[in-house]
């Protein structure tokens, strides 16, 4: 089981509990581009395996973003996860991408909040 977020703050955060659930029954990695010695610490202490990637989640280059959509997809062939689920707008998308590339049956992904679209904004 992976689970691909962008900020290892928000994967301990706020997929905290989801790890803890996972780790009972899956073996579960979690990719985040900013892991520090910390972290990976609290990720080790819930169960799980940090694994770093390099997508960056606000970069608008995209030969960076192509490297790390390659570098996705030889970490899904290696691993061959059952599930990957992923958060946030751009990991939803290159993990879509790379799971159907790396044959991967199942992917998952959740974009949270409204939006903009959803944003009353007050013109002046």
Same mark, same amino acid.
Do not use: Q, W
């Given at each position: 089981?992976?689970?691909?977020?962008? *900020?290892?703050?928000?994967?301990?955060?706020?997929?905290?509990?989801? @790890? #803890?659930?996972?780790? /009972?029954?899956?073996? +579960? $990695? %979690?990719?985040?581009?900013?892991?520090?010695?910390?972290?990976?610490?609290?990720?080790?202490?819930?169960?799980?395996?940090?694994?770093?990637?390099?997508?960056?989640?606000?970069?608008?280059?995209? *030969?960076?973003?192509?490297?790390?959509?390659?570098?996705?997809?030889? @970490? #899904?062939?290696?691993? /061959?996860?059952?599930? +990957? $689920? %992923?958060?946030?707008?751009?990991?939803?998308?290159?993990?879509?991408?790379?799971?159907?590339?790396?044959?991967?049956?199942?992917?998952?992904?959740?974009?949270?909040?409204?939006?903009?679209?959803?944003?009353?904004?007050?013109?002046?």
């Amino acid at each position: 089981m992976f689970i691909i977020g962008s *900020i290892a703050s928000m994967m301990i955060n706020f997929r905290k509990e989801l @790890i #803890l659930e996972l780790v /009972k029954e899956h073996e +579960v $990695f %979690c990719l985040c581009s900013d892991y520090d010695d910390e972290s990976r610490a609290v990720i080790a202490k819930l169960g799980a395996t940090a694994i770093d990637y390099s997508l960056n989640s606000k970069g608008l280059n995209p *030969i960076k973003d192509l490297f790390a959509f390659i570098g996705l997809c030889k @970490i #899904l062939k290696y691993y /061959k996860p059952d599930v +990957v $689920f %992923c958060f946030f707008v751009k990991p939803v998308i290159y993990s879509a991408i790379a799971s159907k590339f790396s044959k991967i049956k199942r992917a998952v992904g959740m974009i949270e909040g409204l939006g903009n679209a959803f944003v009353v904004h007050k013109m002046e």
